[in-house]
């Protein structure tokens, strides 16, 4: 059974910083890319940051360049996001999502979601 466990989500001030991870089981991590995304009260779903499956390669939304980090740890089954100087903007509800593309097939799993709030 596939699982995406999102924790470490909160109430913060801007300014202020947040770890997210997401543990993961029930598939082969270490060969799936991992993604961060969010998505705002009456906003559409935004991708905030990838990582590909070694970790070779990773990419921000610019609205989070110089603020987030993105990192994976393959032996614990985890990805993670660092927050850092949040903004009230920032508030939403953050997923994680595991994805592979294998020929013309794509399989992606989701994660429940965890709240970030950043207000004074």
């Known amino acids: 059974q596939v699982q995406l466990v999102e924790s470490g989500g909160g109430l913060v001030q801007p300014g202020g910083s947040l770890r997210l991870s997401c543990a993961a089981s029930?598939?082969?991590?270490?060969?799936?890319?991992m993604r961060w995304y969010r998505q705002a009260t009456g906003k559409e779903r935004e991708l905030v940051a990838a990582i590909t499956s070694t970790g070779s390669s990773i990419n921000y939304a610019d609205s989070v360049k110089g603020r987030f980090t993105i990192s994976r740890d393959n032996a614990e089954n985890t990805v993670y996001l660092q927050m850092n100087s949040l903004k009230p903007e920032d508030t939403a509800v953050y997923y994680c999502?595991?994805?592979?593309?294998?020929?013309?097939?794509?399989?992606?799993?989701w994660g429940q979601g965890t709240q970030v709030t950043v207000s004074s």
């Open positions: 999502s595991a994805y592979r593309q294998v020929g013309f097939s794509e399989f992606e799993y």
């Open positions: 029930g598939f082969t991590f270490s060969r799936y890319a």
